[in-house]
């Protein structure tokens, strides 16, 4: 029976703790921490767990834990993630991985110097509609991917930014790129690879009490040519989100749609609806995901405990799609063309660099302890 605890119990812990409980005959909750230790024990009466409290996490560095969620603002991740690394503890890290590359970095030595699973919160790979798109890219029936469109299209309110840690550079680490199209950002790269440079612009034009983006749009360059275009978004009504791949022969996307065009001969297009079909079929055929978001995570996670496999997200990959979204800050902050990769030379590496280089958009006004509710949404379900 593994033993869990769980560092910050804000809107986003319910997620680990239903998913915990829900593989209750492999793992116990035994410690919850938070800063306001009240709100650890009110999580502790609401879902009737035998754990206890701490306000200061470092109480548990040394007690019998083999695995920690932390569920805390982007700017105490990798501190918290350290700490209990080498304190022996495997950790499942909520996204972003961190707020700089030079934490992700440490991060990673952390797990490698200790041995202990580092893996990173991406749950969207859980779902069915993109584990299946991820296969059907794999299986290479749409040809080479010739241009992807992602859509991370989402809606916050302006008092979204009250909260006190967010629309900060400093304690937020960035807007809607780096906390929302965090997502499909790392879908994308799990699909499609690293980009070889990328351009963007970002704005703020709905949110006049954060410093940071609610709107960006990246277009990346690949090696062999090929174009993918990121918009990040906290503007846009209903949130219709979706990744659109455009292989040589053929269109997918999730939600799930397939379309294939073959030339005639003066090279319009008409539907080949055998290739459609063919790949249709391949769709259907691919199972359902078993645990889907949060508790595919985390039974991943266990598992990789239990046997010793890989996980699907770990440190190296949080890593990746954190420098890719460093890259869209920097080339919308500095007008510039970005290639990657971006090392520790770069002005962005470090908090420091990105807080002095960043663009600040407008300065924090309100800052409000806690909301009411705590009740969140977490995007698209990608059903057609
Ligand atoms: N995967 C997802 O879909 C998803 C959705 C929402 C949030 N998140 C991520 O989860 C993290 C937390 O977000 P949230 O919305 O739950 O925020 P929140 O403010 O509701 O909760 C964070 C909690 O952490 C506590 N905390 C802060 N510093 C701490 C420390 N040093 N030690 C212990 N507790 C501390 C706060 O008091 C608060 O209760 C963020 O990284 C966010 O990006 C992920």
Avoid at 265 to 289: C, H, K, W
Avoid at 341 to 363: C, K, L, M, S, V
């Amino acid at each position: 029976m593994l033993k869990v605890a769980i560092i910050g119990t804000g809107s986003i812990s319910g997620a680990h703790i239903g998913a915990y409980l829900q593989f209750g005959s492999r793992c116990e909750i035994v410690a919850v921490a938070d800063i306001y230790v009240e709100k650890a024990q009110e999580v502790i009466n609401r879902y009737g767990l035998s754990a206890r409290a701490v306000k200061d996490y470092k109480e548990l560095l040394d007690e019998d834990i083999d695995l920690v969620s932390v569920c805390t603002p982007p700017y105490t991740h990798a501190p918290i993630a350290i700490d209990f690394l080498q304190a022996g503890k495997h950790v499942l890290v909520e996204k972003p991985m961190a707020s700089s590359l030079e934490e992700c970095d440490l991060m990673n030595a952390a797990a490698r110097a200790s041995g202990k699973i580092l893996s990173v919160v991406a749950q969207n790979r859980f779902k069915t509609p993109l584990m299946k798109l991820k296969s059907i890219l794999d299986a290479d029936l749409i040809g080479p991917v010739v241009h992807a469109q992602v859509d991370s299209f989402w809606w916050r309110g302006h008092s979204y930014y009250d909260l006190w840690w967010r629309g900060t550079w400093e304690k937020e680490g960035g807007g809607c790129t780096l906390n929302h199209a965090v997502h499909h950002i790392d879908a994308l790269l799990w699909m499609m690879g690293q980009p070889s440079e990328l351009l963007a612009v970002m704005s703020n034009v709905s949110h006049d009490n954060a410093e940071v983006e609610d709107l960006s749009v990246a277009i990346l360059r690949y090696p062999n040519g090929a174009l993918a275009q990121i918009t990040s978004s906290v503007v846009h009504h209903g949130e219709e989100q979706q990744l659109i791949f455009q292989g040589a022969k053929a269109r997918v996307s999730a939600p799930w749609q397939v379309t294939a065009s073959n030339a005639q001969p003066n090279g319009f297009p008409v539907p080949n609806t055998q290739l459609a079909d063919e790949i249709m079929a391949r769709y259907d055929s691919l199972p359902e995901v078993r645990y889907e978001g949060h508790a595919g995570q985390v039974d991943n996670i266990l598992t990789a405990i239990e046997t010793g496999a890989p996980v699907l997200i770990d440190g190296e990959s949080g890593r990746r799609t954190l420098e890719l979204i460093i890259g869209i800050y920097k080339a919308a902050s500095l007008g510039q063309n970005v290639r990657f990769p971006i090392g520790p030379e770069d002005p962005f590496y470090t908090r420091e660099g990105i807080q002095a280089n960043a663009i600040h958009f407008y300065e924090k006004t309100g800052s409000v302890e806690n909301f009411q509710s705590s009740k969140i949404t977490m995007g698209s379900d990608y059903k057609a």
